[in-house]
């Protein structure tokens, strides 16, 4: 009895049972608080969408889906890059749909990572990219980004590859910092890939979501490392509707057949209906990519400025649903440690940045707290409400 009380999860996944997105909005739904953790919308997506999901599911488009996607979708994305990029991609060879990006991200990372091999990311990071190198074996390394200004020290990251390097995950725009990366920085990237032989994972789930003049440029449209980069996103993100999990893998067609490996034995297919949807949404006008950007700027700049006027320190996000705030002036020295205690005392929820950063996390990042701003006007009011009420007086006093 002893022995069936003690867990069988695998030592490799003991330090991720469970993820702090989870762990936030369970707080905020148990004490009532205003959630600004999980970074999800609560509006409606285009109602268009809506309408080609609920006519998918009428004409029957119910059962699997070709485990690839279906082939309305594969082509549409095509069209997409090639629309928004100048990038050519077979639909038949380069693309494959996934289970929403985190689908696509895990995949692309048992289909490449062995034990032993060594992954290079920016910190802060999303949180499923050390979870799935452990499980595939493999060693996290990471460059951190400054605060509040996004920037990274060139000779630090090249300082962390190795011969041992496989992978580079890049998050571009970048959550949870708001960052979109320059051409120069990119260049920089994929000179050191090159160097060390390291394929390539762009994360662009938030590539629509640029709130200011920052161009986002994939790694795919450098044309020396084209051939070394799988490329990542989501309906989620674009079009607000996070819980559809349609996202997609693009690139080399002998790297979409490694990925295809691994996905098809994790899910096989799914999100059948919801796959036409996407495919028309794709499709739309350009300017239409436009308007939850528009919504999304006129948030973060009440955000930024009512926390600022507060006395906080913040980042200026140029895309993306997030912003990053330093709690220390409302008496938070450890975000990590002192949320729980903050979201009973004053009622509003966000995520430690220190969650991540490979512990222990450096003594700047400690206070910080991640911030949506992905929220209703009335929401992100209340929200600063109950932050003004906050004396500053350090939390236990």
Not at 332 to 351: K, L, T
Request: with cysteine.
């Amino acid at each position: 009895m002893e022995h069936a009380a003690q867990s069988p999860l695998i030592e490799a996944m003991q330090p991720f049972t469970t993820t702090i997105f989870s762990e936030m909005s369970a707080l905020a739904a148990r004490l009532g608080a205003v959630n600004l953790g999980q970074g999800f919308p609560d509006e409606q997506g285009p109602d268009a969408l809506v309408e080609a999901a609920c006519k998918a599911i009428r004409d029957g488009h119910n059962q699997y889906a070709p485990g690839t996607g279906i082939p309305q979708l594969r082509e549409a994305i095509s069209e997409h890059q090639q629309r928004f990029y100048g990038l050519d991609l077979d639909p038949a060879r380069e693309v494959l749909v996934t289970v929403g990006a985190t689908e696509a991200v895990a995949a692309a990372i048992l289909a490449l990572v062995s034990p032993g091999d060594e992954v290079v990311t920016f910190a802060p990071y999303f949180d499923s990219y050390p979870v799935m190198t452990a499980r595939a074996g493999g060693i996290l390394r990471t460059c951190p980004l400054s605060f509040p200004d996004g920037d990274f020290d060139r000779e630090r990251l090249a300082a962390i590859f190795s011969d041992r390097t496989r992978l580079v995950i890049l998050n571009t725009p970048h959550n949870p910092t708001g960052k979109v990366f320059s051409r120069d920085e990119m260049e920089f990237i994929a000179e050191l890939a090159l160097r060390h032989d390291a394929w390539i994972l762009t994360d662009e789930v938030y590539e629509h979501l640029i709130l200011d003049e920052a161009e986002h440029i994939p790694m795919a449209c450098l044309g020396q490392v084209a051939d070394r980069t799988l490329t990542v996103s989501s309906a989620g993100k674009t079009f607000s509707m996070t819980g559809w999990k349609v996202g997609w893998v693009s690139g080399p067609a002998a790297a979409v057949a490694a990925v295809t490996a691994v996905k098809q034995f994790l899910t096989f297919t799914a999100s059948g209906p919801f796959q036409y949807a996407v495919a028309e949404g794709l499709r739309q006008p350009v300017q239409a990519y436009s308007e939850l950007a528009s919504r999304l700027r006129r948030r973060r700049d009440f955000l930024r400025d009512s926390l600022q006027g507060l006395g906080l320190a913040t980042n200026n996000p140029a895309a993306t649903y997030f912003l990053l705030a330093d709690f220390g002036p409302l008496g938070v020295s450890d975000a990590a440690a002192q949320m729980p205690e903050f979201a009973e005392r004053v009622g509003v929820v966000g995520i430690p940045v220190s969650a991540f950063h490979l512990p222990p996390p450096e003594a700047y990042v400690q206070p910080l707290v991640r911030l949506a701003f992905c929220k209703r006007d009335e929401v992100l009011q209340e929200a600063m409400r109950r932050l003004g009420t906050v004396s500053g007086a350090p939390l236990g006093s």
